[in-house]
């Protein structure tokens, strides 16, 4: 595996996989909890380094690792952009009409952007050790107290379940239009962003009528093997 999509499950023998999947949830969101407070140098640099240290014991590569910001980089970049550009602040480098370039908006934008760059690693570290039945299984126990309040578990579980195993369906459907689309002469690789925008329009229609048409075809098996939700959980 060159890649590792975002909610790809990585089976691997490593310490980090054996762990019981209620404490690997807790953990994963105890430290997205603790990227969002971090506000220094020192607590962002322990956080990245506790990720790829566990992510190193659990025999990932960096380069699966890091293999979403192909496909974020760009909005990483219109983050910091808009941030640096339209936030304003007291050292203004440069000023025209309604752009303010500032060195207080480029650090919230680079602060964004380490923010959102931790949580997808976390998440996707998250993902790549947990089966998605373990996953199931922990987001069911903690969702368990709400059954006290006549709020139904087993539903909001089945969806995360489902929307989590259509990822990497979705990814390779993506590969699949792409490659078809550069075979009739898209050019998704252009230097042009204007030419590489008018080529993603075409991929993404024929994403969403199969992601619609597998979604209308899951629900019909559901329903075929007698799946109905009891109002009364």
């Known amino acids: 595996?060159?890649?590792?999509?975002?909610?790809?499950?990585?089976?691997?023998?490593?310490?980090?996989?054996r762990l019981n999947e209620k404490f690997k949830i807790f953990i994963a969101c105890?430290?997205?909890?603790?990227t969002l407070v971090s506000c220094n140098f020192v607590m962002y640099a322990v956080d990245f380094a506790a990720v790829i240290v566990c992510s190193l014991i659990a025999r990932l590569k960096l380069c699966e690792i890091f293999s979403f910001f192909k496909r974020l980089w760009l909005f990483l970049l219109a983050i910091i952009l808009m941030n640096t550009l339209f936030f304003g602040g007291e050292n203004i480098w440069f000023s025209f009409k309604m752009i303010n370039i500032s060195e207080e908006g480029l650090i919230q934008g680079l602060t964004i952007v380490w923010n959102v760059t931790l949580i997808v690693?976390?998440?996707n570290l998250l993902l790549a050790v947990t089966s998605p039945l373990e996953l199931m299984s922990a987001v069911r126990f903690y969702l368990s107290p709400l059954k006290f309040f006549k709020i139904?578990?087993?539903?909001?579980?089945?969806?995360?379940?489902?929307?989590?195993?259509?990822?990497?369906?979705?990814?390779e459907e993506v590969s699949n239009i792409k490659k078809a689309q550069i075979a009739r002469g898209a050019e998704?690789?252009?230097?042009?962003?204007?030419?590489k925008a008018k080529s993603i329009l075409p991929l993404i229609v024929p994403v969403f009528v199969s992601a619609f048409k597998r979604a209308d075809e899951l629900a019909a098996a559901l329903e075929a093997r007698g799946y109905r939700r009891n109002e009364n959980d």
Not at 153 to 167: G, K
């Open 188 to 195: 998704f690789e252009s230097k042009n962003l204007l030419k």
């Open 121 to 123: 690693l976390w998440s």
């Open 30 to 34: 105890a430290m997205i909890v603790f």
């Open 152 to 171: 139904p578990v087993d539903v909001p579980v089945l969806i995360i379940s489902v929307a989590i195993q259509f990822v990497p369906i979705l990814f």
């Open 1 to 17: 595996m060159d890649n590792l999509y975002v909610g790809v499950y990585v089976n691997r023998a490593s310490p980090i996989h």
